[in-house]
């Protein structure tokens, strides 16, 4: 079978890290997120932690080449043979340019971007009612997809919380940032031909069962780049 090199594109608040984490489970591939992998080093307080905080806390981007430095090493790792579901990255035009040299030395190809599409107004109320599981990091919402424990996770207990950069101030900046950081993005897969636009303002199965058919049908078909 071919790899599934796949890329969930979308704001914050879409649902690709929702989505991610039934899709990766049921295709077997590594569920790659920048943003846990940051927000783990911030936890751990390792180097990389310490220099991503202050970005993370204000709402804006990393800086390119440490964000890359942790993908190409993370896409080198054995888990990645099948395939691998990329979620926050790339985020920007250069980090897409550097993703192609990476998966180029890997000699992989992208089979597919999905890109989740949500008004702003809807992307506000989902990230300002997120929450997060401290333990196991399953993400709820408040309203649209409440825990069946209340203020503890349903799938192991452990207490939610609400991310730092989840305040409205914040979420606004965020918003900003990717709408000039990283719609260019958009464009650039729809030219090579490997864009996918979905509805995200279906229910959370709706939008599962439309990325599972999509992901079916293209990850048969991987662009070899020359
Ligand atoms: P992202 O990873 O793209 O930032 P999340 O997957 O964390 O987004 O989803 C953001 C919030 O929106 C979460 O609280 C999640 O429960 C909720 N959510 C995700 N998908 C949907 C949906 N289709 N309808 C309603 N709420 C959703
Ligand atoms: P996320 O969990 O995807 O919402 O990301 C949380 C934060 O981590 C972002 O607001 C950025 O500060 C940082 N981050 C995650 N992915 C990237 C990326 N590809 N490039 C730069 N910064 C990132």
Redesign the pocket.
């Known amino acids: 079978m071919n790899e599934m090199n796949v890329i969930l594109l979308?704001a914050?608040?879409?649902?690709?890290?929702?989505q991610a984490a039934v899709l990766c489970k049921e295709f077997s591939v590594p569920h790659i997120s920048t943003g846990d992998m940051f927000r783990q080093a911030v936890q751990a307080q390792t180097p990389l932690g310490l220099s991503a905080k202050s970005f993370m806390e204000r709402g804006e981007l990393v800086p390119d080449e440490v964000t890359v430095g942790i993908v190409a090493e993370r896409l080198a790792a054995d888990d990645t043979a099948r395939g691998f579901l990329l979620?926050g990255f790339p985020r920007t035009l250069p980090q897409a340019g550097a993703l192609d040299d990476v998966l180029g030395q890997l000699r992989k190809g992208l089979t597919a971007v999905l890109n989740i599409e949500v008004p702003e107004e809807e992307l506000i109320r989902?990230?300002t009612?997120?929450q997060v599981c401290k333990v196991c990091g399953a993400?709820?919402?408040r309203l649209?997809?409440p825990s069946s424990q209340g203020e503890a996770c349903g799938l192991c207990g452990g207490a939610l919380y609400q991310r730092v950069d989840d305040s409205e101030a914040t979420v606004r900046s965020r918003l900003l940032v990717y709408s000039r950081q990283t719609t260019p993005l958009i464009e650039h897969y729809r030219q090579r031909g490997l864009l996918k636009n979905i509805d995200?303002l279906?229910?959370?199965d709706v939008?599962t069962e439309r990325l599972r058919e999509l992901l079916r049908v293209r990850h048969d078909r991987t662009e070899i780049r020359p």
């Open positions: 979308g914050p608040g879409a649902g690709k890290g929702t979620d989902r990230l009612g997120r993400t709820y919402h649209f997809h995200g279906l229910p959370i939008v």
